[in-house]
């Protein structure tokens, strides 16, 4: 059994959530706290409105570059950032949100290089991303894709729930990215900023201590009204 269900983010949960996130990600669970209202919002939509929050984006890098590593520098990426790291569930019709201590994402890579219908591929790749649902509880809340256009130009190709990361998050992101990236070529220690406040830190600021029990007191006095 893990150790987290002492952390602050988590003691105020009841039994059953605490049991339910270790038998959903055992000892990988980090904290689990309450979903803000806007999170609330956006998982509740009917899965006919999910592609709402699907977001996409393609960049273009010309020289070399090293897919392995830049696979790597995305996970250091990753674990630099707890938002990168979330999963949510749901229990007894509440949604949580759960920090998992390492998330691995793999990136997919395409060589195109011979394919004269390459920019066709890439198109038909985007549109059946786009068809295809974020499993906000047991899948990353991202994905990637390096296509080789060339013998030195890529093309990357970012898909994303916006739960993950938003339009100011994003640029932190890629900076810690393609610094992981730069520290991995140069066979150095990677060693990103660490940034105040968390997504953790957010989060909590939105379930303060008194509108939990609020929320308790009248869950209990409701409770016996049928």
Request: aromatic share 12%.
């Amino acid at each position: 059994s893990s150790d987290f269900a002492d952390r602050p983010a988590v003691v105020d949960l009841p039994q059953n959530v605490k049991k339910k996130a270790e038998q959903l990600y055992g000892s990988n669970v980090d904290a689990v706290l309450r979903t803000s209202s806007v999170q609330q919002g956006i998982i509740r939509r009917p899965s006919s409105r999910q592609s709402l929050y699907h977001d996409q984006s393609t960049f273009t890098y010309e020289g070399q570059l090293e897919p392995k590593l830049f696979e790597a520098a995305w996970n250091a990426a990753i674990r630099n950032n707890d938002a990168l790291r979330m999963q949510y569930f749901k229990e007894d019709e509440a949604w949580y949100a759960c920090l998992l201590k390492e998330r691995l994402v793999v990136m997919e890579y395409v060589d195109l290089r011979h394919d004269p219908e390459q920019d066709a591929a890439i198109q038909q790749d985007i549109k059946a991303d786009l068809l295809a649902p974020f499993n906000l509880q047991d899948e990353p809340l991202l994905r990637l894709r390096l296509y080789r256009a060339s013998e030195e130009t890529y093309i990357f190709f970012l898909s994303f729930h916006i739960l993950a990361t938003d339009g100011w998050s994003f640029a932190f992101m890629m900076d810690d990215v393609f610094t992981a990236y730069d520290q991995l070529l140069e066979d150095q220690p990677v060693i990103l900023p660490v940034r105040r406040p968390t997504y953790i830190d957010y989060l909590q600021s939105l379930t303060p201590a008194d509108a939990i029990a609020g929320r308790q007191h009248w869950k209990k006095y409701l409770d016996g009204i049928q």
